[in-house]
């Protein structure tokens, strides 16, 4: 699961800590559209806000604890 995050991102041009990537991976659930949602809007808030992606940025983002 972790690689098709990893593909996910890089395929949006998205560069994403394993930090980060090991947080959702404990948070999301784990099917293709759910993980393929998460990094789409994490990567529009890292956009929008400029921001790199951390995991205090994917926790804000997709409201988890």
Do not use: C
Not at 15 to 20: A, C, G, L, S, Y
Not at 24 to 41: C, E, G, Q, V, Y
């Amino acid at each position: 699961t972790a690689k098709i995050i990893a593909k996910l991102a890089k395929d949006i041009g998205l560069i994403i800590p394993n930090k980060v990537v090991d947080y959702l991976l404990i948070r999301i659930p784990r099917d293709f559209m759910s993980i393929k949602h998460a990094i789409a809007k994490v990567n529009h808030e890292s956009y929008i806000h400029k921001k790199k992606v951390t995991v205090s940025l994917a926790k804000t983002t997709l409201n988890l604890q």
